[in-house]
């Protein structure tokens, strides 16, 4: 079992839909990032939390320390949002990641 | 305010060659972190260096080597490649102010493509 797991691993919507991707992590945390990666390759940091909630335009990201589980929302998604998105959890050294293995999302006119 | 850049974006090598790939790291930043994706993957976190020393392993052998240079821009060395080395290595910067404590942000470059044929 992966110590990060996420779900849906593929998710398609349509413009202007609430869109949820969960995260779960089995291990201790210092932090819990989502991060967004389009194709090609390149990785572009949205959140970095360890409690609460933080919101950024219409990204939401939520974190339940004591359930181990994340969640991003994005309200009304756009074309533009198509990526996958990765959960990845800092749990010991301050740069040493461990990533989830991503949901690819589709947004679709 | 430059991001982090990778060098080369691309190359194709052969099975025992080596590899050298290069990331300049975040203008103000001190740590940079290597990370191997393959295809469909999420990244595998390989090494870490904090001020010219390694500071955090993964499981990755050691003919994976790094170097950080006094401007904190990276090397990662690759040495009797294998087919399974097949992968995009993502390079990421930080600043830290303690070495390994808390947990930063992350600045990714665009990672550079090995193939290994």
């Known amino acids: 079992k992966n110590e990060v797991e996420q779900s849906p691993q593929n998710l398609t919507a349509q413009e202007g839909e609430f869109i949820t991707i969960n995260c779960s992590y089995s291990?201790?945390?210092?932090?819990l990032h989502w991060l967004q990666q389009h194709p090609g390759g390149g990785i572009v940091s949205l959140f970095m939390?360890?409690?609460g909630k933080k919101k950024h335009g219409r990204l939401i990201a939520t974190i339940n320390i004591q359930e181990k589980h994340s969640s991003l929302h994005i309200t009304a998604s756009h074309p533009r949002d198509s990526a996958v998105y990765i959960c990845?959890?800092?749990?010991?050294?301050?740069?040493?990641?461990?990533f989830g293995t991503g949901t690819r999302l589709q947004v679709t006119l | 305010e430059t991001g982090v850049t990778q060098s080369p974006t691309h190359l194709i090598k052969t099975r025992g060659q080596q590899v050298t790939l290069r990331c300049s790291s975040q203008s103000g930043h001190n740590t940079v972190s290597w990370y191997q994706q393959a295809l469909g993957q999420g990244p595998q976190f390989i090494f870490q260096?904090?001020?010219?020393?390694?500071?955090g392993r993964g499981n990755f052998p050691p003919r994976f080597s790094g170097l950080q240079f006094p401007n904190y821009s990276s090397e990662l060395n690759v040495n009797a490649l294998e087919l399974d080395d097949s992968a995009l290595y993502l390079c990421?910067?930080?600043?830290?102010?303690?070495?390994?404590?808390?947990?930063?942000?992350?600045?990714f470059g665009a990672g550079s493509r090995l193939t290994v044929l």
């Open positions: 990845a959890v800092n749990t010991g050294t301050a740069s040493k990641l461990t």
């Open positions: 990421a910067s930080s600043l830290v102010s303690l070495a390994g404590t808390g947990a930063n942000v992350l600045t």
């Open positions: 260096y904090y001020r010219e020393e390694e500071n």
């Open positions: 939390l360890s409690s």
């Open positions: 291990v201790g945390i210092s932090a």
